[in-house]
Every structure is written in C-alpha cells, then in structure tokens.
C-alpha cells in the first residue's frame, strides 16, 4: 500500500517562502516521477511542477516559473516544492502525485497514487 504524506503548508504572506515535502512508503521511490498539482477555491485542480525519476528533468507551469523548484530526495524517498516570491493567487490546496513511469506528466492521468493535500494560504 504507498502512504504518501505531505507536509509544509500554512500561512504566508505575499512576497513570502514556503516549502513542501511529501513523504512516499510502499513503493520504490527512486523509480517514479513525481509530481505537484493544486487546487485553488472553486477552480479545477492544475498541474504546478514535477521532476522525473532521478531528477535530471523538471517541468513547471508557466505561472511559477521562476518562483517555485520541485527537487526530490530519493535516498529519504521524499519530493519537495520550494515557494518562493508567493502571490494570492497560490492560494490553494497542494497535491502531491506519483507517476506510472520515470517520466513525468503534466496530466493527471499520467499519475497512479496521490497524497491527501496540504493547504497553502497566502495574504495580500
């Protein structure tokens, strides 16, 4: 059964830093490419960033370039998001998401197991 646990949400405000980790159990970690997505209030969940399976590739929205990083971790089997620069508008539920392959998906469906969500909060 893959656990996979997220951590690092909360308040921050604008201009802040917040940085997330997920924590994977039950499969082997450094064989899959990992993924972030969120959901904003009354919107539909969008992909936010990944990195493939030995972190030689990453993938961003074009509306955190810049500002957030995905790196992983697979000897502690964790993936991270580090936040910087944050807005209002990253104001959501973030999910974490492991792949089916080594290669990572900007889709949903290219993910086969997912966390339960940390929510982040950031004030004007």
């Known amino acids: 059964q893959v656990q996979m646990v997220e951590s690092g949400g909360g308040l921050a405000q604008a201009g802040g830093s917040l940085r997330l980790s997920c924590a994977v159990a039950g499969r082997t970690f450094g064989s899959y490419a990992m993924g972030w997505f969120r959901r904003a209030p009354g919107k539909e969940r969008e992909f936010v960033a990944a990195i493939n399976w030995n972190a030689y590739s990453t993938l961003y929205a074009d509306f955190v370039k810049g500002r957030f990083t995905v790196s992983r971790d697979n000897a502690k089997n964790t993936v991270y998001l580090q936040m910087n620069n944050l807005k209002p508008e990253d104001t959501a539920v973030y999910y974490c998401?492991?792949?089916?392959?080594?290669?990572?998906?900007?889709?949903?469906?290219?993910?086969?197991?997912w966390g339960q969500g940390t929510q982040v909060t950031v004030s004007s």
């Open positions: 998401a492991m792949s089916g392959t080594r290669a990572f998906a900007k889709s949903e469906g290219g993910y086969d197991y």
